[in-house]
């Protein structure tokens, strides 16, 4: 199943119809609601999905935004957050998201999980990759002081994520909603990707999933510290779908696909037709680019 984000259109629109209609017009029967979908665009979101127009695949957590916020903040609140105050509105907002999906008749939320406090490695390591300086040696050493620094201090975020999502886990199972733990594309979020499969043994339910975003590993595999394909691989029986982009060198994410680096092809053997594949693309992609990337795509992975 292919959907597509509205991460795309909803800062354009002012009626969720015409966000809708704008995606279905493109060609999709499904679109993802993402989190920058405000509270007054959901009156004509029910209106598009009551009347049979579209169907929604996916929701972003959190969605519709918190009252008062008007931009996307996927981390506005954060289940690693060591205030418990926070923690609590992570929650609350969640579990709006999870009444949300109810009514849309959503089957799956996208999650962000967390990071860890440490400085930005990722930025910095990606500002030396555009000047050229991957293989010099104060690049290994920045990566290898980023690696140490965050599997010192992970261990207590990871833990509060945890407990984060066993708080809200009986919610998703009673009404039946797929929880997609998505990979991130900066150093200091969790899970770290080692990590993953420790997440899914202990809290096994099989309402929790992976969530698989190609530009976020492709940045990872640019950075050096993962590659992509084995990554997917490894987690290939809890994959539920995937966030589509590409990735122009070294971290300009949400491109088309097709005008970047990653290899789409080699992902091809791990993609299923029940999977959810949304793409996930840039606002500021005019349509036709828009068109062209999914048409990049889909002569790779099918039509289905």
Not at 16 to 22: I, V, Y
Not at 44 to 56: D, S
Not at 109 to 124: P, R, W
Not at 242 to 249: A, E, G, I, K, T
Request: charged share 30%; with cysteine.
């Amino acid at each position: 199943m292919y959907s597509f984000s509205t991460c795309w259109n909803s800062h354009r629109h002012t009626d969720g119809r015409a966000m809708l209609r704008e995606i279905r017009d493109i060609g999709f029967e499904y679109a993802e609601l993402s989190h920058g979908v405000r509270i007054s665009l959901v009156p004509g979101i029910l209106e598009a999905v009551n009347a049979g127009e579209i169907k929604i695949s996916s929701l972003h957590n959190f969605c519709p935004l918190p009252l008062g916020v008007n931009n996307a903040a996927p981390n506005l609140y954060e289940f690693s957050d060591e205030r418990e105050r926070q923690r609590e509105l992570a929650i609350k907002h969640t579990l709006k998201t999870f009444e949300f999906a109810e009514r849309v008749k959503a089957p799956l939320i996208v999650l962000h999980l967390g990071s860890i406090e440490m400085k930005d490695y990722t930025g910095k390591l990606s500002e030396m990759l555009e000047r050229g300086e991957k293989n010099l040696p104060k690049y290994e050493k920045l990566c290898a002081e980023a690696s140490k620094t965050r599997e010192a201090k992970k261990e207590k975020f990871f833990e509060r994520t945890k407990e984060t999502l066993r708080a809200i886990l009986p919610e998703a199972e009673k009404r039946g909603l797929k929880l997609g733990c998505e990979n991130r594309q900066a150093l200091e979020e969790i899970p770290v990707e080692s990590d993953f499969q420790f997440l899914f043994r202990e809290i096994s339910s099989p309402n929790i999933v992976y969530w698989h975003d190609c530009g976020h590993a492709q940045i990872k595999e640019n950075l050096g510290f993962i590659n992509h394909k084995l990554h997917l691989e490894s987690l290939r029986e809890k994959l539920a779908g995937f966030h589509v982009h590409d990735v122009q060198f070294p971290a300009r994410d949400h491109a088309a696909p097709g005008t970047g680096t990653v290899d789409f092809a080699a992902l091809k053997p791990f993609v299923k037709p029940e999977h959810v594949k949304v793409f996930e693309l840039s606002p500021s992609l005019p349509t036709e680019a828009v068109k062209c990337g999914i048409a990049h795509l889909k002569l790779i992975w099918g039509k289905e």
